[in-house]
C-alpha cells in the first residue's frame, strides 16, 4: 500500500490515535498536515518534525475543529500550501462521561460539537477541493460505543452513532465523484482516553475483549492507511471495527 505524494490533514494529531495515523500516512508517502489545539501546539509541532524526519512534508495547524472559522482557515492553509486535499482523517474526539441523569447540558453539546459537529465542518470544507480532483478518502473515527451504546456516555455514543450516519450520507452523495467515506469504530486502545481505567476495570474490559488485550494506536492506524489507499477504491460507506472482537462478541 502506498500513497506517494497524496496530501492529508488528520485532526487532533499531536498524540495518541491521531499521532499514530499522521506518522503511519506519512510512512506511505502522504505529506501530511497535523492538527490540534492551540494548548497542545508543542506536541504538534514535533509530530510535524517527525514526519519531516522521514523525508515528507509535514504542517502543523493549530485549530479548534468544532469552531467552523478555525476549519476554514485549517482546509485552506493546507489547501494552498499543497495545492490539493486528497485525504481528510476525522479523528479529534473527547470524552466527559457521566450517567445521563447527571449529564449538564455543556457535558452534551461539548462532546457533540467536538465529535460529531467537527467532521461535518471538515468534511464540507475538504469537498470543495475533492470534488473537482475527483479523488477524495475520508475517514472519521467513530467507536464501538456508537454501535453498542456504553453506560455514562449517552453523549459519547450518540456522538460516533452520528458519525457513522454522517459517513453513509456522505458515501452516497458524493460516491459518483471517486470520493470514498468510511468510519472506523475502535474498541479500546492504549491512550490517554483509556489510562484512566483501574485495574478492575481493565480486568473486566478484558472478559468482553474476544482477542483478549486493548488494541495499540498503531492497529486503528493501519485501517486508515488501508482505507485511503488507492486498493480500497470500491469500499464505501463502511464502518470497519479494529476491537479485538468486542462488538461482535
Ligand atoms: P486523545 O489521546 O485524547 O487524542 C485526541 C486528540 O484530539 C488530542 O490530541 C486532543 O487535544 C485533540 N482535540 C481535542 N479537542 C480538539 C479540538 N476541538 N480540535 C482539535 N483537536 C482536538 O484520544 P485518542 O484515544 O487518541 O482518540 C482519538 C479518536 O479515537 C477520538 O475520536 C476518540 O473518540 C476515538 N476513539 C478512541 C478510543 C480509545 O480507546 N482510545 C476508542 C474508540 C474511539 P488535547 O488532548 O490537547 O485536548
Do not use: H
Amino acid at each position: 500500500m502506498e500513497l506517494t505524494d497524496r496530501v492529508a490533514i488528520v485532526t487532533g494529531s499531536a498524540r495518541g490515535i491521531g499521532q499514530a495515523i499522521a506518522l503511519k500516512l506519512a510512512e506511505v508517502g502522504a505529506d501530511v498536515v497535523v492538527n490540534d489545539i492551540e494548548a497542545a501546539a508543542d506536541s504538534l509541532e514535533s509530530v510535524a518534525a517527525e514526519i519531516r524526519a522521514m523525508n515528507r512534508q509535514s504542517l502543523a495547524v493549530t485549530a479548534d475543529v468544532s469552531s467552523s472559522d478555525d476549519v476554514a482557515r485549517l482546509v485552506e492553509t493546507a489547501a494552498s500550501t499543497f495545492g490539493r486535499v486528497d485525504i481528510l482523517v476525522n479523528n479529534a474526539g473527547v470524552t466527559r462521561d457521566q450517567l445521563i441523569m447527571r449529564m449538564s447540558d455543556e457535558d452534551w453539546d461539548t462532546v457533540l460539537n467536538i465529535d460529531l459537529k467537527s467532521a461535518f465542518l471538515c468534511t464540507r470544507a475538504v469537498l470543495r477541493y475533492m470534488l473537482k480532483q475527483r479523488w477524495g478518502r475520508i475517514v472519521s473515527i467513530a467507536s464501538v460505543v456508537g454501535i453498542i451504546g456504553n453506560s455514562g456516555q449517552a453523549n459519547y455514543a450518540s456522538a460516533k452513532a452520528g458519525v457513522i450516519g454522517l459517513t453513509r450520507s456522505i458515501a452516497k452523495e458524493v460516491g459518483s465523484r471517486g470520493i470514498t467515506a468510511n468510519a472506523i469504530a475502535p474498541g479500546f486502545i492504549e491512550t490517554r482516553m483509556t489510562e484512566q481505567l483501574d485495574e478492575k476495570q481493565r480486568q473486566e474490559l478484558l472478559q468482553r475483549i474476544p482477542l483478549g488485550c486493548l488494541g495499540s494506536p498503531r492497529d486503528v492506524a493501519e485501517a486508515v492507511v488501508f482505507l485511503a489507499s488507492e486498493e480500497a477504491k470500491y469500499i464505501t460507506g463502511q464502518v470497519l471495527n479494529v476491537d479485538g472482537g468486542m462488538a461482535g462478541a
